[in-house]
């Protein structure tokens, strides 16, 4: 699935491919790293899970759609 824009609105939906905006400090995120939205948590925010090459869970946390840009952005 691809994250729709509204205006200047990035809505993402269950599924979507989504690329951290910025390193996650304390972790091993960095920006550009893509991960798959597989929740819609409370306030607005998603669970992204993050797997390696071996689809083994790296991290799975919340971030707020401000944090996050749609996979094919570059």
Excluded: H, N
């Amino acid at each position: 699935m691809i994250a729709e824009r509204t205006d200047s609105k990035i809505i993402f939906k269950l599924y979507d491919v989504a690329r951290l905006a910025k390193d996650v400090p304390g972790t091993s995120l960095r920006a550009g790293q893509t991960g798959t939205i597989v929740d819609r948590l409370a306030g607005g925010a998603f669970e992204v899970e993050f797997v390696d090459p071996f689809g083994c869970t790296i991290e799975s946390r919340g971030f707020y759609a401000t944090e996050l840009l749609p996979a094919e952005t570059k």
